[in-house]
């Protein structure tokens, strides 16, 4: 094996910091090949292939169905203990796989395009799971625990921008090239290779990255090494939370950019500039949330960004009552930036708990069963919603504001619910109905959900006072917070406190 596969005993500050210089630069290709490979992308190449909603669905659950393959990675991790060959080895092989999706439109019979296509990424995903379960490990005992919230706020920033900009270089290229071709679908094939040359680029920057090398495990097999996580009784309530709230947000997540194309009849340009909108806001709020987390632990933030986020989700279905209208647009462009926002706080807090209550040294089976679960919920919920998606398509419900005058009626619709709709709201359902299992979750030093928001809004004030010119534009954030906390803390039963021993079984 190359010397530079291999784990270190021992790592001075020096080395850690440009391992640490290192990722970020990792961060920034992965997230390139990410966006060119992923979200609209890959949601409007699937359309193009002739995906039904059960294929979407379907194609929502391919990666975390995958995360069963961390069942094998734990055991190879912890029998090699090398974590980084094994991250930069099966990451590569999986990207190359991606070779495959691209080339689906040049060469498979029309009835072979979707199987291959989904062959494709579930071999990408699945490569990527051990990649992921190794990798996880490995950063836990490389980055430091106090500016672990910072850090990767400021690898997501940065990553996020870059990737922002390539999506919007990517989508105006679709359009110019849409515009003298005729197959749409080549357009797309190119823009996956360049993600891929852009992800395998990544994998040298990581390869550069030292790695610790691992304490020895203390627990054999299998049934141990995955009961040990769940005896762990904080740990265990973790994993509810985490499982329900993926469960939830993938019933809604897999069909925004479906219901942007199809039901509100918007271009693919104007959904990349959407999507690009909300990494904007995504970029401005990593480092707030991550300074938050490293301040007040990132519970309070898990709880807060995630209530934000369902609130951006139960805002879809006022987009349509029951046609697109004059607030179509604006309440499209509120989700964007409510999504960015909360979605920068939740990818931060909801790594980093995981992170910072996973034993040090003995994180591979803790993490590796936080990504079981979490992929298991991540699976079943866009199949779900994939199934019951052609069904609602011939539900309605609405509702209906009469105002009487005299002799004279005057109806407006105040809501109406329709196909993708009730996804949405299930959605918003179940996602406050998560975040109750997130309060028995013990975290050392955790505060009160109430100061983070009061934070948060004192940090949406500071930018809008810097960024804007119009004075009075900085009076628009003094909305009633108040009223957020307090339908936070109606989410917590009354009197309700966490465990006061985390580690107890």
């Known amino acids: 094996m190359l010397n530079w596969l291999k784990p270190r005993d021992k790592i001075d500050d020096d080395a850690v910091q440009r391992g640490l210089n290192m990722l970020v630069f990792d961060g920034v290709c992965s997230q390139t090949m990410g966006v060119l490979t992923g979200g609209a992308f890959l949601v409007q190449f699937a359309l193009l292939l002739g995906a039904s909603n059960v294929v979407i669905g379907l194609l929502a659950a391919v990666g975390p169905l995958t995360q069963i393959l961390q069942i094998p990675a734990i055991y190879l991790i912890d029998g090699s203990g090398m974590r980084k060959a094994m991250t930069v080895v099966t990451a590569g092989l999986g990207r190359l796989f991606l070779l495959l999706v691209a080339a689906v439109p040049f060469f498979a019979p029309p009835n072979w395009r979707i199987p291959l296509f989904l062959f494709g990424l579930f071999m990408y995903y699945g490569l990527g799971a051990i990649a992921g379960c190794a990798w996880n490990s490995w950063m836990r005992d490389l980055v430091p625990q106090n500016i672990m919230g910072v850090y990767f706020a400021k690898r997501l920033a940065i990553a996020t921008a870059m990737g922002a900009g390539v999506t919007l270089a990517a989508g105006v290229g679709i359009d110019i090239?849409?515009?003298?071709?005729?197959?749409?679908l080549a357009g797309y094939s190119f823009i996956f290779v360049i993600g891929i040359v852009a992800g395998l680029?990544?994998?040298?920057?990581?390869?550069?990255?030292?790695?610790?090398?691992?304490?020895?495990?203390?627990?054999s097999g299998m049934r141990a090494v995955l009961a040990e996580p769940f005896k762990d009784q904080n740990f265990r309530r973790l994993l509810l939370f985490m499982g329900l709230w993926n469960f939830a947000v993938n019933l809604a997540a897999p069909f925004f950019t479906v219901y942007l194309l199809k039901r509100l009849g918007m271009s693919m340009t104007f959904v990349i500039v959407l999507s690009v909108l909300s990494q904007a806001f995504n970029v401005l709020f990593f480092r707030v949330w991550g300074r938050l987390a490293d301040k007040h632990t990132n519970k309070p933030v898990l709880g807060v960004s995630g209530f934000l986020f369902i609130l951006s989700i139960i805002i879809w279905p006022f987009t349509n009552v029951p046609n697109s209208y004059f607030l179509t647009i604006p309440l499209v462009v509120v989700i964007h930036?409510?999504?960015?926002?909360?979605?920068?706080?939740?990818?931060?807090s909801g790594g980093n708990i995981a992170l910072k209550l996973a034993p040090y040294g003995r994180a591979t089976s803790y993490l590796?069963?936080?990504?079981?679960?979490?992929?298991?919920?991540?699976?079943?919920?866009?199949?779900?919603?994939?199934?019951?998606?052609d069904w609602f398509e011939t539900q309605?419900?609405?509702?209906?504001?009469?105002w009487m005058s005299g002799a004279r009626a005057f109806h407006l619709p105040a809501l109406h619910l329709s196909g993708l709709d009730f996804l949405f709201v299930f959605a918003a359902i179940f996602g406050f109905y998560a975040l109750h299992f997130l309060i028995p979750v013990k975290e050392q030093g955790e505060v009160e959900e109430d100061l983070v928001m009061s934070e948060l809004v004192a940090e949406v004030r500071q930018k809008i006072k810097h960024v804007s010119s119009v004075a009075g534009l900085r009076y628009l954030t003094f909305f009633p917070y108040e009223r957020l906390r307090d339908m936070l803390r109606s989410l917590v039963p009354a009197g309700s406190k966490p465990p006061s021993n985390p580690n107890s079984a």
């Not at 680029?201 to 627990?219: N, Q, Y």
């Not at 930036?337 to 931060?348: D, E, K, P, Q, R």
């Not at 309605?396 to 009469?402: F, I, Y």
Request: aromatic fraction near 2%.
């Open 396 to 402: 309605q419900a609405s509702v209906t504001l009469t």
């Open 337 to 348: 930036i409510l999504a960015g926002i909360s979605t920068a706080g939740v990818a931060i």
């Open 201 to 219: 680029i990544g994998l040298t920057f990581l390869s550069l990255t030292p790695e610790p090398r691992m304490a020895p495990s203390k627990v």
């Open 368 to 389: 590796a069963v936080n990504g079981l679960v979490c992929g298991a919920a991540a699976t079943i919920a866009p199949l779900v919603a994939g199934l019951s998606a």
């Open 177 to 184: 090239y849409k515009a003298h071709a005729t197959d749409e």
